[in-house]
């Protein structure tokens, strides 16, 4: 995905700061944006030792090279274990973390500790920053609030406001926007993906998750569910969840039962954004009919209805009957239009 061309001005925004770099920068934006790509295409822009002239990294100097083989001395990922591209669980081992650990964090006293091995610049990317619980948060904070010479913080995050406010504050902030729907469908044709509108549409304009709902096939219980979704008070909250448990069984493990819950909670968002009169976020194409079905909902029920979701979205990792689940909680949407 070519995250230049979907996201120019940030870009431009990002190479305007070389000559006079912060100490941390924070990338901030809905996920599927390639956020993530972004902040190390811009690290090996910071590595480099001849960039081009736009100030991309050139590919071929040596910096280059250990920086796509992953070795560069003077730059380090924190992210969870389980985002590791090698993370695979093998049977009887231990789960690899969803979270961003303390020990991670400490690791990097070392690393700061001693000079640049290039006589640059030392960059650690953080990704996704809301990844971390409070003490490796404070942990890191405290490095933020120290900064060792010549080194640049990047901040990756999806939730800016689930991080400590005092790290959101040591940060430059870079708000990262949904790009014009036809840059970021350009840029997947070029990619080679099909029905690129489509998919983009689903994705609620966020090309990272497009590309990933193409991949996989999955797009097609998204689609179900949102011409269910749309029937409003009509819809059948038996047999629906009977479709999407099947979608689940065939899925052989892709689809989960929580990217179910996170799609209606999107949703949910989207008739709370139209019952107040404001633009909808999400599934930009389906604008009307949410408009429609907001201005039959009680805004109570749908504040109800939000709190619920967040409830469903935990229970949802456990193991649990999917069709049981997941007919309550569209007997629960249903009820929202009720008399
Ligand atoms: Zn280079």
């Excluded at 995905?1 to 990338?27: F, G, T, Y």
């Excluded at 902040?39 to 040596?62: H, I, N, T, V, Y």
């Excluded at 231990?94 to 303390?102: A, E, G, L, N, V």
């Excluded at 029937?231 to 047999?239: E, H, Q, T």
Aim: proline share 5%.
């Amino acid at each position: 995905m070519n995250v230049l061309k979907l996201h120019e001005n940030v870009w431009n925004s990002l190479q305007a700061r070389r000559e006079r770099l912060p100490h941390s920068l924070l990338l901030v934006g809905q996920k599927g944006l390639g956020k993530f790509e972004l902040a190390k295409r811009f690290a090996a822009s910071l590595l480099c030792e001849s960039p081009l002239g736009d100030g991309q990294a050139c590919g071929r100097c040596l910096a280059c090279n250990w920086y796509s083989q992953g070795n560069h001395p003077d730059f380090r990922l924190l992210q969870p274990d389980a985002l590791a591209d090698e993370a695979e669980v093998e049977d009887g081992k231990k789960k690899p973390s969803q979270q961003i650990t303390i020990d991670q964090v400490r690791s990097l006293d070392d690393f700061l500790n001693v000079g640049t091995h290039r006589a640059g610049l030392r960059i650690i990317v953080v990704h996704p920053a809301e990844a971390m619980n409070r003490s490796t948060a404070n942990s890191l904070l405290k490095t933020l609030e120290e900064p060792a010479p010549s080194t640049l913080f990047l901040l990756v995050s999806n939730e800016s406001l689930r991080l400590l406010p005092t790290i959101r504050s040591r940060c430059q902030v870079v708000p990262v926007a949904v790009p014009q729907p036809k840059v970021a469908e350009q840029v997947l044709l070029d990619d080679g993906v099909t029905e690129a509108g489509r998919w983009l549409a689903l994705a609620g304009g966020a090309p990272g998750l497009a590309l990933q709902l193409a991949a996989s096939g999955q797009g097609a219980w998204l689609e179900l569910l949102i011409k269910r979704l749309a029937s409003g008070k009509n819809v059948d909250p038996i047999g629906m969840a009977g479709e999407l448990e099947k979608a689940i069984k065939e899925s052989k493990g892709k689809l989960l039962l929580k990217a179910i819950i996170e799609a209606l909670q999107k949703w949910q968002v989207d008739l709370a954004l139209a019952r107040n009169g404001l633009p909808i976020r999400y599934f930009l194409p389906h604008q009307a009919t949410i408009k429609g079905l907001a201005d039959m909902i009680p805004a109570i029920r749908l504040i109800h209805f939000y709190r619920d979701l967040i409830k469903r979205r935990q229970e949802a990792e456990q193991p649990l009957n999917a069709r049981l689940f997941l007919e309550g909680v569209f007997l629960d949407y249903r009820a929202l239009f009720a008399n």
